[in-house]
């Protein structure tokens, strides 16, 4: 046995090559992700022809990259993927409460002036 021979694997443990040869499962993944593959269907439970249930499936698989591309991104909005994120959105809520607050104080107090120069009677229907 030569080196050669002893360096190269059994020849029936080789894919084979060419245009018909098989894909290996990291080609067919590759192809997968980078392209996309959507799978669609819908399920419907019927009785007696009354359609009691209809579930509408629809799955994509492909990479965040190819994803994003097409204008998905939901999971950069999603709390319980991004924690960070909805710590931001929390934060920026409780500032905004108190933003309000302060603007409604403000109201009140310009408004409660006004309620006591205005006669009696002004602004009520006239029946």
């Known amino acids: 046995m030569t080196p050669d021979e002893r360096a190269s694997p059994p020849r029936e443990l080789t894919a084979p090559s060419g245009p018909r040869?098989?894909?290996s499962l990291v080609d067919i993944l590759d192809r997968v992700l980078d392209k996309g593959l959507?799978?669609?269907g819908d399920i419907k439970v019927?009785?007696?022809d009354i359609e009691l249930l209809t579930i509408r499936i629809r799955l994509m698989i492909c990479s965040i990259d190819k994803a994003e591309q097409?204008?998905?991104d939901?999971?950069?909005f999603?709390?319980?993927l991004s924690p960070?994120?909805?710590q931001a959105l929390v934060q920026e809520n409780t500032a905004l409460r108190e933003q309000l607050r302060l603007l409604e104080r403000k109201v009140e107090a310009?408004?409660?002036p006004a309620r006591k120069t205005r006669p009696k009677g002004a602004g009520k229907p006239k029946r």
Request: net charge positive.
């Open 110 to 112: 310009l408004a409660a």
């Open 38 to 40: 959507v799978v669609a």
């Open 46 to 48: 019927s009785l007696a």
């Open 84 to 86: 960070g994120r909805h």
């Open 78 to 80: 999603d709390p319980n």
């Open 21 to 23: 040869g098989s894909a």
């Open 74 to 76: 939901w999971w950069k």
């Open 70 to 72: 097409i204008g998905l």
